[in-house]
Nanobody
Framework: QVQLVESGGGLVQAGGSLRLFCSAS????????AGWFRQAPGKDREFVAA???????YYSDSVKGRFTIARDDAKNTVWLQMNSLKPEDTGVYYC???????????????WGQGTQVLVST
């Protein structure tokens, strides 16, 4: 198993940007696909973005064109660049890793503890 820790969350005004980081302990991300989910209060977790071991990327329609997922295997890190943030982007963002991207998109993998993103109007 791999242990994941998210960071980079915070409070930002609508239209602003944040970059979230997901750090894996010990092993590299080279053998894992990874992704991000988010959860608003009272709602289920929803898929945000994913990246395969070969750096193919996938996005939900709600963030496409605004968010970018990328990976740096040498640093055991996946990050999510969030631009043009909207209030509806508010929530706790979770990193997930799994052997293949289909498992990541299906929310089947190892999870971090989450980092909170608050987007004000």
């Amino acid at each position: 198993q791999v242990q994941l820790v998210e960071s980079g969350g915070g409070l930002v005004q609508a239209g602003g940007s944040l970059r979230l980081f997901c750090s894996a302990s010990g092993s590299t991300f080279s053998t894992y696909a990874a992704g991000w989910f988010r959860q608003a209060p009272g709602k289920d977790r929803e898929f945000v973005a994913a990246i395969s071991r070969n750096s193919n990327t996938y996005y939900s329609d709600s963030v496409k064109g605004r968010f970018t997922i990328a990976r740096d295997d040498a640093k055991n890190t996946v990050w999510l660049q969030m631009n043009s943030l909207k209030p509806e982007d508010t929530g706790v963002y979770y990193c997930v890793a799994a052997p293949v991207v289909s498992l990541v998109r299906g929310a089947l993998g190892s999870w971090g503890q989450g980092t909170q993103v608050l987007v004000s109007t």
